[in-house]
């Protein structure tokens, strides 16, 4: 997924020259313009996305030609370019339909990402609404729904609660992506969904409403750092507890592009000096959510399993750090733990049982 941000100037514009028939379009320097002029003359839809192509790419916004696709198409009806047929692609656009494709590829031109211009993007086998600053889900995430979805649909056994074995928690749901297409995946699933923005919890409800899987979400305005008491009295008993955090280095917030800093929610993106301050609070709770031998999911930075496996052995008894999942790039990006009985738990069953 892009990452991509607001810029505020721009250098070119566009003119339109005309010869009887035949008409030219090229950029030329402009001082007063965010964007280019609407021309006189029609276009069709490939010159269109043509146009925006070359002024995508003189103007650096990043990916220009899906850029320019994605929007195009958006407008047209079509989640992509290629579905349409050559008659759609050749017919001119009508002066409204123009001055549509005009407002939206300035607001790209401005580099608002392509989630945020269109207003939506499909995660997996769902179309979600998005807007800023809430966080864009990115292809990674989807990975880590497949680890959760296989584990659900293969829990079984004597040990497992039934009733929790169909419950899962996501922490910082963001458009809600996580917890919907579980839910759209597992009709037996119950969710709950927290996150510390009112944008998320807002734009959450308005996805499972839209997607009709209201019913088996339930979402709270909640934030784990400041919360903990709240989060434990809403939530108990879970098989499963997902989260996609803010895991970035605080030092490595300011070496990402502009874009990102200046749209999304940065309390979505950095996680503090080591990237592990929301994680670390998850990890607390945890074992006061699961049920015995439930799950934690956790997408993280590629540092971060060994720092999180340590962590754990030190300071949350109850947890055991499972295994270190890669992402299709190769990277370790998926962390598993589970709950287990302490020690002291086990030490009270056997004087119980003698």
């Known amino acids: 997924m892009w990452r991509m941000s607001l810029s505020t100037s721009c250098r070119a514009c566009l003119r339109c020259r005309s010869s009887g028939s035949k008409r030219t379009w090229s950029f030329h320097a402009a001082s007063a313009c965010s964007a280019p002029a609407l021309p006189a003359g029609r276009i069709t839809t490939l010159q269109a996305v043509d146009f925006w192509r070359r002024h995508f790419e003189e103007r650096g916004v990043p990916e220009p030609e899906h850029s320019s696709q994605y929007i195009i198409a958006h ?85 497992v609660d039934a009733d929790s074995q169909q419950t899962c928690l996501e922490v910082g749901c963001g458009s809600g992506a996580v917890s919907l297409s579980l839910l759209k995946s597992l009709p037996q699933l119950k969710a709950f969904a927290l996150d510390r923005s009112l944008d998320a919890v807002d734009l959450t409800r308005e996805n499972a409403l839209r997607l009709g899987l209201l019913d088996r979400l339930k979402i709270y305005h909640v934030d784990v750092m400041k919360g903990p008491e709240t989060v434990l009295s809403l939530c108990r008993s879970f098989s499963a507890l997902v989260s996609n955090p803010p895991y970035l280095f605080s030092e490595d917030m300011m070496s990402l ?25 998850i990890l607390t709770l945890a074992p006061h959510i699961l049920s015995n031998h439930g799950r934690v999911y956790l997408e993280v930075d590629p540092r971060h399993p060994p720092l999180i496996r340590e962590w754990v052995d030190v300071n949350v008894e109850e947890l055991q750090y499972v295994e270190t999942r890669n992402d299709i790039s190769g990277r370790p990006r998926f962390c598993i733990l589970q709950k287990e009985k302490s020690n002291k738990d086990y030490e009270l069953e056997s004087g119980l049982r003698n």
Request: glycine letters at 6%; a negative charge; aromatic letters at 6%.
């Open 257 to 281: 592009q502009p874009e990102i800093l200046r749209f999304e929610d940065h309390a979505a993106l950095d996680g503090g000096a080591d990237g592990l301050n929301v994680i670390k609070h």
């Open 75 to 159: 407008l047209l009806g079509a989640k992509t370019i290629e579905s349409l047929d050559q008659e759609r692609l050749t017919e001119f656009l009508s002066q409204e339909k123009m001055k549509q494709v005009w407002q939206l590829c300035s607001k790209r031109l401005s580099r608002m990402p392509v989630q945020y211009v269109i207003e939506e993007w499909d995660f997996r086998d769902l179309t979600l609404k998005m807007r800023p600053p809430v966080f864009i889900p990115r292809p990674e995430t989807e990975e880590l729904v497949e680890l959760v979805l296989t584990d659900l649909q293969g829990i079984s056994g004597p040990e």
